[in-house]
């Protein structure tokens, strides 16, 4: 690694603040919208396997390859979350030859920006309360209040939890719950901010809870947003680093894309945009999730094109996808079968009006007889395809992907799922029938009536953001590969003032995951000398 002040030195920049030698904090005049309008590559995936198939570790190795190719390059991609790297994944910085750095401390802290997210969030949390025991001038329903509690770990005994218990000094006695970090309100609205006003504003807007005849009470209502706000000075500004070959890198924020919008910052989109010609980002899971939120919100949020698109496949998933018991031997039948959920992904991103790339992310047990057979069946389609190689080769083995992603730059507007002013039925059935290729859909009683409250209350005209399982297109895990003749069942719809989200929450996903039997922490440890193993 170089120290950062000589990556920040190559790119002008004055106004920053180190974290130690390799980190660094960007000032928010750094990410100014419209400095200057660098182009957007948006990395999405196939439905990924529950290891992943590398849209993290693509991202930084395309930046890489295009760095070899003289171009002017950065990137820019979520915080890791501390759930799922103690939990399924490990990591999050990428692997092999293809990371950011230093990979430990981003996985671990950071810069404290997930702290600072958990204790704004938590401080919330208890000012509600204790307006409430302080005579709730506000008149909030005890039984009514919506804003839960926030852990940065997965830890699925906090899912519902009593509050106020004991003494009458406790406080009210109520239900709570906890939500994981990343899935918080409080991190979306740190993903679409775009200054300190616009974050105070919408730390305002959040929703604590409803009277007893159902009327919104806002944070701005007991006087939350600026406390809250100077705890997230410092997390709003975005984090720079560098890739395993010193491309600047910046990292910033971390929604989920199956329970928030799942995408990077817009300031450290703003920020990537204005110093360098082309951004890598990526958006949380398939084009089913995080792309279709970047493409439906981020970019009318932040005003902002995409400029090409990059599908990262794997041999593996489509086998897993063709039903293949063990999807580590050659299996071409399962494979063959398994194809038709990469086509459904790459069919998505043209209705949004971009033809994409297929990253064919190959693994040292993929045969040459498969890859041969997935190079013809992409190319029968008229697919544009690159087999990608990052992981090993760093970015030397990305050339042929950073080429076609080059060939493919298109500046056409985009064909949004939904019109923002359709009703909020229309546009929740507008993404399940566009985009998941449903039927239709199946709005519980419960569901009906939290959207007739949501238009009563003035929130029509919000964003939709889907919580949904990231194993299958449809509502239903189960359902792999390209289903069809399925319905969506939407069970609930909660409101997000402060992100302006209308969350319709579909089949059992969680806001709060669990550990496996055997979670990636087991396999962590630190050195005598400080070193961290067992991250990647």
């Known amino acids: 690694m170089k120290d950062i002040t000589d990556i920040i030195k190559d790119t002008g920049i004055t106004d920053f603040e180190l974290y130690g030698r390799y980190a660094a904090k960007l000032g928010i005049s750094n990410a100014v919208p419209g400095k200057k309008r660098g182009k957007i590559i948006l990395m999405t995936a196939m439905t990924p396997t529950p290891a992943g198939e590398g849209k993290t570790t693509t991202a930084i190795g395309l930046a890489q390859a295009l760095k070899h ?41 950071f810069t404290g920006d997930f702290p600072a997210i958990s ?115 410092d997390a709003l500004k975005p984090n720079m680093v560098q890739s395993a070959e010193n491309v600047p890198a910046i990292i910033h924020t971390g929604p989920f894309g199956n329970i928030a919008h799942g995408t990077s910052s817009i300031l450290g989109d703003y920020a990537a945009m204005n110093l360098f010609d082309y951004t890598v980002t990526e958006a949380g899971f398939g084009s089913d999730l995080g792309f279709e939120k970047f493409m439906d919100i981020v970019t009318r949020e932040a005003g902002i094109n995409v400029d090409a698109v990059v599908i990262v496949a794997t041999i593996r998933a489509m086998k897993h996808h063709g039903g293949a018991k063990n999807i580590d031997v050659e299996n071409i039948p399962a494979m063959v079968t398994g194809i038709q959920n990469l086509f459904r992904h790459v069919e998505n991103v043209r209705n949004f009006g971009i033809d994409p790339v297929i990253a064919l992310n190959v693994h040292p047990l993929d045969t040459n007889n498969e890859i041969e057979k997935v190079s013809e069946m992409l190319e029968n389609k008229h697919i544009k395809f690159a087999i990608s190689r990052v992981y090993s080769d760093g970015g030397a083995g990305g050339i042929d992907l950073a080429n076609a992603v080059l060939d493919s730059i298109n500046t056409s507007r985009i064909k949004y799922a939904y019109l923002l002013d359709d009703p909020v039925k229309t546009k929740i059935e507008k993404i399940a029938t566009k985009v998941y ?12 009536l939290d959207i007739k409250h949501a238009e009563e209350n003035g929130f029509g005209g919000f964003y939709i953001c889907m919580a949904k399982t990231q194993a299958s297109i449809s509502d239903n895990p189960g359902l792999l590969n390209s289903p069809g003749n399925f319905r969506v069942k939407v069970n609930s719809v909660m409101v997000n003032g402060g992100s302006r989200f209308i969350i319709p929450v579909l089949g059992s996903i969680m806001t709060m995951p669990g550990l496996p039997k055997h979670p990636a922490a087991e396999n962590i440890d630190i050195d005598s000398e400080g070193r961290v193993t067992g991250l990647s």
């Open 69 to 109: 190719l003289g171009k002017s390059v950065g990137i820019a991609i979520r915080e890791p979350s501390l759930g799922p790297c103690f939990g399924v994944k490990g990591g999050a910085t990428g692997g092999g030859k293809s990371t950011v750095e230093p990979s430990d401390k981003i996985n671990l802290i």
């Open 119 to 233: 204790a704004a969030h938590n401080l919330l949390s208890a000012m509600i309360n204790n307006h409430i025991y302080f005579g709730n001038e506000s008149g909030i329903d005890p039984k009514k209040i919506s804003f839960p509690r926030t852990v940065d770990m997965d830890d699925r005994s906090l899912r519902s939890i009593i509050v106020g218990n004991g003494p009458k000094s406790n406080g009210v006695l109520a239900n709570d719950s906890f939500v994981i970090t990343a899935a918080s309100e409080i991190m979306a609205i740190m993903a679409l901010s775009k200054g300190y006003d616009d974050l105070k504003e919408r730390l305002g807007n959040i929703i604590i809870g409803y009277t007893a005849k159902n009327r919104p009470v806002f944070a701005r209502d007991i006087k939350a947003e600026g406390a809250m706000a100077a705890l997230l000075a």
């Open 437 to 448: 290729g449903a039927e239709g859909v199946d709005f519980s009683k419960e569901a009906l």
